[in-house]
């Protein structure tokens, strides 16, 4: 069997992990522990991290948008060295066969890291094509296929889940497989944990 290739990327801004570091991170815990149990069935696989909290995406600019709405044969290096950093995620992206995400809740939705990497990688004419003349069609991914996506989720509160009394308002799940999706990775499994903190803790 031929070694995969793994992106396990945290976002919570937690360094610490829970069991090991005081008010450590749950969901850097469940990544951790999604890893090892990998590593040790497959160890000839390889892991890259990707830590959203020890370096954080930077978000898109107005210079990022103009060179990525450039055609790449008409970017100058200024725009090509505005792309470097999306360019350095999105071939992480595309190398990576299963890609592992540890995203807590925050106000409902993800931490703001995370959706910077997801405007970074989530690029016209690189992980996806637009065409306004193909009617029928005018969006398709460009990510090779077969792909998996795995979101391992934490938050405080019960009732987030499908059918619970506060599905209308998590916005984590969806808000990470409907840009995925797009770009082409489809087979998604989601994983949420809810965990009980004292205020003070936090
Ligand atoms: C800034 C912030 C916002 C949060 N918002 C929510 C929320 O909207 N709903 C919820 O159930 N929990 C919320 N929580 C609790 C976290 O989701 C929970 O503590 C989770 O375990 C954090 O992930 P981590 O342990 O990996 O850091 C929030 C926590 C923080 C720090």
């Known amino acids: 069997m031929s070694a995969l ?3 396990l990327i945290n976002a919570s801004a937690r360094l610490g992990v829970s069991g090991i570091h005081p008010h450590g991170s ?24 990707r830590d959203l909290s020890r370096e954080p995406p930077s978000p898109v600019t107005a210079e990022w948008i103009d060179a990525a709405f450039t055609p790449p044969q008409r970017r100058d290096a200024g725009m090509s060295a505005y792309l470097a950093e999306s360019d350095r995620l999105i071939e992480e992206l595309r190398r990576a066969d299963l890609v592992v995400i540890g995203v807590p809740m925050y106000n409902f ?5 995370f959706k910077a ?4 990688v989530v690029r016209v004419g690189a992980t996806f094509g637009f065409d306004r ?11 090779p296929a077969g792909k998996r996506l795995v979101i391992l989720s934490s938050r405080g509160d019960t009732g987030y889940e499908p059918g619970g009394r506060l599905e209308f308002m998590n916005l984590v ?5 409907l840009p995925m999706s797009y770009i ?7 994983i949420a ?4 903190e004292e205020l003070g803790m936090l």
């Open 5 to 7: 290739h793994l992106l």
């Open 184 to 190: 082409g990775l489809t087979e998604t499994y989601c």
């Open 173 to 177: 799940e969806r808000s990470i497989t």
């Open 26 to 49: 749950h969901t850097r815990r469940l990544t951790r522990h999604l890893v090892d149990r990998w590593r040790a069935v497959r160890p000839e696989d390889q892991v890259i991290y």
């Open 133 to 143: 003349e193909r009617a029928e069609d005018s969006y398709w991914p460009m990510l």
């Open 109 to 113: 939705g993800i931490p703001a890291t």
């Open 193 to 196: 944990i809810v965990v009980r």
């Open 117 to 120: 990497w997801i405007d970074n």
